[in-house]
């Protein structure tokens, strides 16, 4: 599963908005709509972040 639909994934099981997320992590609404849209892609220390956050390996997040 690419990034973007995992993201959106572990967000929706958790019971998240994304305004919720967005507080809750210190990113803005808009940067977690264009990760879930697949109009960027954050960088490793924001990635390693998102991983903390749900507790997952950052490789899950990737698809790796």
Do not use: C, H, W
């Not at 572990?10 to 977690?32: C, H, M, P, V």
């Not at 220390?45 to 790796?64: G, P, R, Y």
Request: no cysteine.
């Amino acid at each position: 599963m690419p990034f973007k639909d995992m993201l959106k994934f572990l967000r929706e099981e958790r019971g998240l908005s994304q305004d919720e997320f967005a507080r809750l992590t210190q990113l803005s609404k808009s940067t977690i709509s264009m990760y879930e849209n697949g109009n960027r892609e954050p960088k490793f220390e924001t990635l390693e972040a998102i991983a903390d956050f749900f507790n997952v390996d950052m490789n899950t997040l990737l698809d790796k």
